[in-house]
DNA sequence: AAGTGGTCTAGACCACTTT
DNA sequence: AAGTGGTCTAGACCACTTC
């Protein structure tokens, strides 16, 4: 008999399985917990199929079975006759993976980043709802603008939870180098592990004509996305605006 | 010995294993190569897992990884008690697979169509080299507007390769209900499998604004999509045209 | 009862990386 | 050589559907 919860021919009773659930999904579940409670820091190598095998008291094949699930959904990476390690957002390759936004032609590239806000402000109605908070509770608003080759191209609005974020300061946002999901998972211990968008046509408004340096009218693409961390709770609001000139919106349907 | 390919210790010679390939993954090719060449036809069953072990002299394991694979991949759908049956793109939850404009509020559903033209004409150059033929072949161009709730929100062109699509007339494609895919599935034996989109935001020009009702200038998305069957392979040119005032392109990051 | 996909095990062995 | 993930097997049993 395993220690989980056991889904059949249990001690007694007449156990019709009214809600099966999978040994593997169970593990699965456990393991989420232990990276979601930093047991294993982002970039680390976890414990062993076999380790984690004998920790659980199951085989390995169910153990690789949740592994290979925690895998697809980025939560982790393996890497054969290494191990297998925390997903970060502190590489190279993980950075184009919420960045849809590619050029026309050549190799995509990293933006060059300036900041023109960041702000400890009150949610609005509407921000409290995305980000499940109460409205006027402390949100970290952030402005910025990216540019590729010296071109402005993007015009970034964040919105983040204040109870989450509370050492965050201009400074920091400057002096960190690689993506913003790098920096919030390193240090304030949140991670991005999927998000949502919602993209329409706008046309650009005195704001965003003068920082995109385009003009008023000019159709732009607008990004709306909700990003969120383990357990589906949203820490990110974001709405891109972003000048469809020389680049365009990538998507893979499948 | 299985009878696939050898992966090492073979009959003689120096096998350092210079391109190792999981049985699997062999097993996984030649399954879709059935699929391909329709030995089992959309929203057909295939044969069981252990009828397919016993096909390929391998375990039932071996197949199931195979079959998850391709279950992943959308090229199968798997159904406990029942069996793994061909994807089709005749199915009311397909539908919304490839539509990824949703409406802003409410439910999405079905639109309505209204073709506009359906012609054979020759490729450009740059119609030949999206859907690899040369310049001047033949191919079906297609203009239709689609509404919901009677409200103009898509203008779409299309442009299939025309050795593909013999038969397709204007009454083919209005008498047909549900979605193009399916049509041309089951009456053209071409099934798209996946898709890449670029997105970019426009002005609507006269001929836009006309059809889907809106002024001059108005802001609009514009998807370019590039579909692919088996071995991808091109197989269709579209290109969208959203009003995006009361919905949006959805999409989701992972 | 029979057939299907789904889970779980124990063990063997392979490929890859590091020591 | 030792440790890691990756493959493959054979068999048992479970959950679900159909007959």
Redesign the pocket.
Known sequence: M?PLSP???DAAGTDA?PS?R????QIKALITQSLQSGEWKPGEM?P????LAGRFK?????V??AIDELAAENLVV???????FVATHAEERAHFRFLRLMPDEGVPHHPDNRFIAVLRIRATAEVARLLELKSGDAVVYIKRVQSFDGVPTILEELWLPGQLFKGLTAERLVEYRGPMYGLFESEFGTRMIRATEKIRAVAADPVAAEHLKVAEGTPLLCADRVSFSYGDKPVELRRGIYSTARHHYQNELS
Chains 1, 2 share one sequence.
Request: charged share 25%; no cysteine.
């Open positions: 395993n889904n059949s021919s399985s099966f999978p040994l593997y999904q976890m062993s199929e076999v380790e199951v085989s390995q094949g169910t690789r079975k393996r890497r054969q006759g290494k191990g297998t």
